[in-house]
C-alpha cells in the first residue's frame, strides 16, 4: 500500500458520545421493561397467595449468571456483567417483598461491608451488626440474609449446624478477581447444585487440620480450612455434597454436617 493512501479512520468523539446516547437510552427503556415485568411478578405471587415466600433463588441466579458470562462479549468484563445483574435482580426482588441484609464484619467490616453490596447490590436494607448472633437471628425473619465473617473467633457455623432451617447459599466475594472469600451469606432459602460449586461442612474432629484434608483427599474429597474456633472447624469442600453423603460420613468427627453450598466464583 502506498504511504499516502488514505487510512481507515476511529470514530470522532462526538460520533462515539452520539452512540452512547443512543444505546443509553435502549438500555433505559430495558432497564424499565424488566423493572415493571418483576413488578408483574409480585402481583401474580399475591394473586396465588405467595406473597410471604422469600423469592431469593440462588441456584437459578449462578445458572443465569453462568449463562451470561459464557456468551461472547467484546469488551465487557465478568465484573461488569456481575455487578449489573446483581442490581438487577437485586431491585426485582425487593419488589416481590421483605428483603434485608444483616452484617456481621468481625476484624474486617469494611471489607465485608462491600463484599455485600457488591454481592447483593443496593436495593435491599443493609445493617450492620455487631455479633453474629444478631446477623443470624435477622436471617430468621421474613426477607432475611446473613453475612457473616470468615475472620471471626466465634464459631457461628456452629449455630447454623444446629439450625437447618439457615442454609448457607453464597461466598463473598463471587469473583476470584474480587479476591479471596471474606464472608459466607446464609438465609432460609433453598440450595441445590449449580454445575461448580462449593459445600461448606463443619466438624469437630481433633488433629492437625492438615491431617483432617489429607485424610478427606483420600477418599476424593478436596476441601480448606476457613474457619478454626470453639472445637468446631469450616471447611469449604470442591463440589456439591449432602449431608448423606457416604464419604463425608466415614470423616473425622464426632460433631458434623453440611451447612450449605454455593456457586463457586464465576470466574473460576
Keep these: 500500500m502506498d504511504a499516502s493512501d488514505p487510512k481507515p479512520t476511529a470514530r470522532t468523539l462526538e460520533a462515539v458520545r452520539a452512540r452512547l446516547d443512543v444505546v443509553d437510552q435502549r438500555l433505559l427503556e430495558l432497564i424499565d421493561e424488566r423493572a415493571a415485568l418483576a413488578g408483574e411478578v409480585a402481583a401474580a405471587k399475591v394473586a396465588a397467595g405467595e406473597s410471604g415466600r422469600f423469592a431469593l433463588r440462588p441456584t437459578r441466579e449462578a445458572e443465569v449468571l453462568r449463562n451470561l458470562l459464557a456468551r461472547p462479549r467484546k469488551a465487557a468484563t465478568p465484573g461488569l456483567v456481575v455487578r449489573i445483574w446483581r442490581e438487577l435482580m437485586s431491585d426485582s426482588l425487593s419488589r416481590q417483598g421483605p428483603y434485608h441484609l444483616s452484617v456481621f464484619g468481625g476484624g474486617q467490616a469494611p471489607v465485608v461491608r462491600e463484599a455485600a453490596r457488591m454481592r447483593f447490590g443496593a436495593a435491599p436494607p443493609l445493617a450492620e451488626v455487631g455479633r453474629p448472633e444478631e446477623a443470624i437471628a435477622a436471617a ?92 468446631l472447624r469450616l471447611f469449604e469442600l470442591v463440589g456439591y455434597y449432602q449431608s448423606s453423603d457416604e464419604r463425608l460420613a466415614r470423616a473425622p468427627g464426632r460433631l458434623t454436617g453440611v451447612i450449605g453450598a454455593a456457586s463457586a466464583p464465576l470466574d473460576a
Excluded at 469473583?175 to 440450595?191: D, N, Q, S, Y
Excluded at 449449580?194 to 484434608?213: F, K
Excluded at 489429607?214 to 476457613?226: C, H, I, N, R, W
Design 140 to 231: 430468621r425473619t421474613p426477607g432475611g440474609v446473613a453475612i457473616l465473617a470468615l475472620d471471626s473467633r466465634t464459631p457461628w457455623w456452629g449455630r447454623l449446624l444446629a439450625d437447618p432451617t439457615l442454609r448457607v447459599f453464597a461466598a463473598l466475594p463471587c469473583l476470584t478477581a474480587w479476591g479471596r472469600p471474606a464472608a459466607l451469606a446464609a438465609a432460609e432459602v433453598e440450595i441445590g447444585p449449580t454445575g461448580g460449586d462449593r459445600t461448606y461442612w463443619v466438624t469437630d474432629a481433633p488433629g492437625p487440620p492438615d491431617r483432617l484434608v489429607e485424610t478427606l483427599s483420600k477418599d476424593g474429597v478436596a476441601a480448606e480450612l476457613l474457619g478454626d474456633a470453639g472445637g
